[in-house]
């Protein structure tokens, strides 16, 4: 009998070993989805935190960038991956809570698919033009569309992103037709606005910072509801003319359903003790974020607010995507 225990023992540690569970995890790299290309808003957050894994707890974070389909791709990739807590990804607002209701058919359930691990940072979008753009105000934006209806361009991060939305939104406020341009990621969007493909870009605060601070382009209108420390001096859409006008993404760590609640507990902690360094949350600060860090069920609990909230619009508007 103590020989079958002892078996039964080791057998059950082993087990753990190879789920990554236990206080050996993780025992071998962990595969950290960004579903986005490199350079954009959701990239650069995601690096910071797998550089502050890596180099405060000696983890090997592997950064695969899975972009298209407003992040529907990378975080399907998630969805289907094994439960051991050696696949995670960045999820937003845009593949959590906007997607299910914009596009006709989901790869995966945001709701029943993934694990809510821990909230990462809100961010809102920001109505962007290149430095030499005759666009000075957000209403000389508004100005230009309803002249040329359905031809002055706003690139965005792709479909389903919050700054489709926020495009989608303001046309209707403001009665108005853009043309809404879509890319697989911010970096190809800030690329065409700089080469002068495209008039306008409506991109998370973190992906315009850099260019806005080397005076390349210029922000109209910040989503939302109020004002960021990061741009003091460039006032709300609400601000604007358009009362109420609230459009801000955010970011989460998630991982396959099924994921043990060890290892969730577990990143979970270490994620929430790095975004209480004052070097990490005066980054985020410095690029238009705000650190939200909580527990897997406050982060579970906001997406599906917030899955409801998106939903309620986007039906309003009427707003699908094949």
């Not at 403001?174 to 970096?187: D, E, M, N, S």
């Not at 495209?198 to 910040?222: C, D, H, P, W």
Request: hydrophobic letters at 45%; one cysteine or more.
């Amino acid at each position: 009998m103590q020989r079958r225990q002892v078996l039964a023992a080791a057998l059950a540690a082993t087990a753990s070993t190879a789920f990554g569970q236990g206080p050996t995890y993780p025992a071998r790299p962990v595969r950290f989805v960004v579903p986005f290309p490199p350079g954009g808003g959701t990239d650069t957050t995601s690096r910071m935190i797998c550089e502050k894994f890596s180099t405060l707890l000696g983890w090997t974070m592997v950064v695969d960038n899975k972009p298209g389909a407003g992040g529907n791709i990378g975080l399907d990739f998630v969805a289907k991956a094994a439960p051991d807590g050696y696949t995670i990804g960045m999820g937003q607002a845009s593949n959590l809570a906007v997607n299910p209701s914009l596009y006709a058919k989901m790869p995966f359930d945001p709701l029943k698919d993934l694990t809510p691990i821990v909230s990462i940072a809100e961010q809102p979008v920001v109505l962007v033009v290149r430095a030499d753009s005759p666009f000075k105000t957000l209403a000389d934006f508004v100005q230009a569309a309803k002249a040329r209806p359905g031809r002055v361009g706003i690139a965005q991060a792709g479909n389903g992103t919050v700054g489709h939305l926020a495009g989608e939104l303001l046309e209707r406020r403001a009665g108005i037709q853009v043309l809404q341009v879509p890319y697989k990621g911010a970096g190809p969007a800030m690329n065409d606005l700089l080469a002068s493909q495209v008039e306008t870009y409506f991109g998370n605060s973190v992906s315009v910072m850099g260019q806005l601070a080397a005076g390349k382009i210029r922000a109209l209108a910040v989503s939302s509801a109020r004002r960021i420390s990061a741009l003091p001096n460039v006032p709300t859409v609400a601000e604007q003319g358009y009362a109420g006008f609230d459009a801000t993404t955010w970011l989460g760590l998630v991982g396959p359903a099924g994921l043990p609640a060890d290892i969730v507990a577990k990143i979970n902690a270490e994620t929430v003790k790095i975004l209480a360094r004052s070097d990490v949350k005066d980054k985020l600060v410095q690029e238009g974020s705000e650190p939200t860090p909580g527990t897997p069920q406050q982060f579970a609990a906001h997406i599906r607010a917030e899955h409801a909230k998106w939903g309620t619009l986007i039906r309003e508007a009427n707003i699908r995507i094949e």
